[in-house]
């Protein structure tokens, strides 16, 4: 595709119910990364992989959430078991190779709302 | 540990009027600064890099090591300039940015 796709746009969900948000990166784009954007504050790191492996999971708030990639193409970020505060536009991004030019490509966002 | 702070939620300029969105970094070594800019109903992109030292869309940014400052600057502040601005910093072997809280910046016709 064109440019970094996310699914779904949007997801309202009931607390403890469990969630996937998928992202497709751009073909070639071997870098995934996955931020969390809260209401009024800035981008916070999650986990950033590198082909299938994912070298930082250092972001990852609780053992609640995870996240896996394979063929080095799309990604599920999961959430289990979710609670309110896991409200947030949930942004996929992906880049060349390895060494970070500060080039990341974002994709929409997948948003979030845990009732 | 890796921050970077941009103090201002909200600017709001007049047509023509200069512009500064403020960045600091708080990172002991040799950092990498960004802008990434988000216009409205668009995704995050990037906007420039210090190691380029480019101008784009009339924007530029001056790595400040003393200051650990990375302010993004405009003269002339256009309409279509505003947008949600973010600051980011690389800082070292790990692939990740770390970004500011960010502004949003109006410019006013």
């Known amino acids: 595709g064109a440019g970094v796709s996310q699914s779904p746009s949007n997801k309202v969900t009931e607390k403890g119910k469990d969630v996937e948000l998928r992202c497709d990166p751009i073909?070639?784009?071997?870098?995934l990364y996955w931020y969390r954007q809260r209401l009024g504050q800035g981008l916070e790191f999650l986990i950033y992989?590198?082909?299938?492996?994912?070298?930082?999971k250092s972001g990852l708030p609780s053992d609640r959430f995870s996240a896996e990639r394979t063929g080095e193409s799309v990604s599920t970020l999961t959430i289990q078991r979710t609670q309110q505060e896991d409200s947030a536009v949930y942004l996929c991004?992906?880049?060349f190779g390895v060494g970070l030019t500060g080039e990341l490509f974002f994709g929409e966002g997948s948003r979030l709302t845990v009732l | 540990a890796q921050r970077v702070t941009q103090p201002e939620k909200l600017l709001s300029v007049f047509k023509g009027a200069p512009v500064e969105l403020k960045c600091n970094y708080s990172?002991?070594?040799?950092?990498?600064l960004f802008w990434y800019v988000q216009y409205s109903r668009q995704r995050l992109q990037l906007l420039l890099r210090?190691?380029s030292r480019e101008s784009i869309k009339g924007f530029t940014a001056d790595l400040n090591k003393g200051e650990t400052s990375f302010h993004l600057k405009k003269p002339f502040a256009q309409e279509e300039d505003s947008a949600m601005y973010y600051c980011?910093?690389?800082?070292?072997?790990?692939?990740?940015?770390?970004f500011g809280t960010g502004t949003l910046l109006a410019v006013q016709p």
């Open positions: 980011a910093l690389n800082g070292g072997a790990t692939n990740k940015l770390i």
């Open positions: 991004a992906s880049s």
């Open positions: 073909s070639g784009h071997t870098a």
């Open positions: 992989f590198q082909g299938n492996s994912a070298p930082d």
């Open positions: 210090h190691i």
């Open positions: 990172y002991s070594g040799s950092p990498e």
